[in-house]
């Protein structure tokens, strides 16, 4: 059973930063592309970042582009996304995803507030 | 505001039969793949619709996708109430090069 757990969440002021974790089981991780998405309070999903399955290509949202970098541990079955920078707009509960958002975990909530 | 557009609400009363649009551009619907999510407040999104028109082992076949053109649409029939969520189209941008959700579509069961 694919099974995806986000960690890191936190309440932060604007302008810190952030590393969320996402840690997956229950498949092989190292066969799927990975995604982070976000839903800010009373808003839809916004999709941020996409990492392949050996650890290219990146693709970025532009709202985060240049502060949000995604990356991946095969060995340790493990998705992350480092958060710089960080806005009051970026408070959201983010989800990591796999495949075309095939299975998702159950998200961790990000605050930035002052 | 997303590249994607979708109505902002839907409703229908049980049994019936709705759809729900999905509408974009040559760079993103008309020439990508689209694919249809179901969200419940509280929970994880969940994959109902992928490539278009084909449906996840363990989806109900009530659930139903298609594209023409520019546009894509999910059909729900036989409505019930707990189909009572968001539902949201997604697809890839070549203008943006990045993936896109639809602004989603509060479903609701009256």
């Known amino acids: 059973e694919f099974r995806l757990v986000e960690s890191g969440g936190n309440l932060v002021a604007p302008g810190g930063s952030l590393r969320l974790s996402c840690a997956a089981s229950?498949?092989?991780?190292?066969?799927?592309?990975m995604n982070w998405v976000r839903q800010a309070p009373g808003k839809g999903l916004e999709w941020i970042s996409y990492?392949?399955?050996?650890?290219?290509?990146?693709y970025d949202a532009d709202s985060v582009r240049g502060r949000f970098t995604i990356s991946r541990d095969n060995a340790r079955n493990s998705l992350y996304l480092q958060m710089n920078n960080l806005r009051v707009e970026d408070t959201a509960v983010y989800y990591c995803?796999?495949?075309?958002?095939?299975?998702w975990g159950q998200g961790t909530l990000v605050t930035v507030s002052s | 505001q997303s590249v994607v557009t979708q109505p902002p609400s839907a409703s229908g009363t049980p049994g019936q039969r709705v759809t729900i649009s999905c509408s974009g551009s040559?760079?993103?619907?008309?020439?990508?793949?689209v694919y249809w999510y179901q969200h419940l407040p509280g929970t994880a999104p969940k994959l109902l619709i992928y490539?278009?028109?084909q449906r996840p082992s363990g989806v109900p076949n009530r659930f139903s996708g298609s594209k023409s053109g520019t546009s894509a649409s999910l059909a729900i029939s036989g409505l019930r109430s707990e189909d009572e969520a968001d539902y949201y189209c997604?697809?890839?941008?070549?203008?943006?090069?990045?993936?896109?959700f639809g602004g989603g579509t509060k479903l609701t069961v009256l």
């Open positions: 040559r760079s993103n619907v008309g020439t990508k793949d």
């Open positions: 490539k278009n028109d």
């Open positions: 990492i392949g399955r050996g650890g290219s290509p990146i």
């Open positions: 995803a796999g495949g075309w958002f095939d299975f």
């Open positions: 997604a697809t890839w941008d070549d203008s943006l090069s990045g993936r896109v």
């Open positions: 229950g498949f092989i991780f190292r066969n799927y592309e």
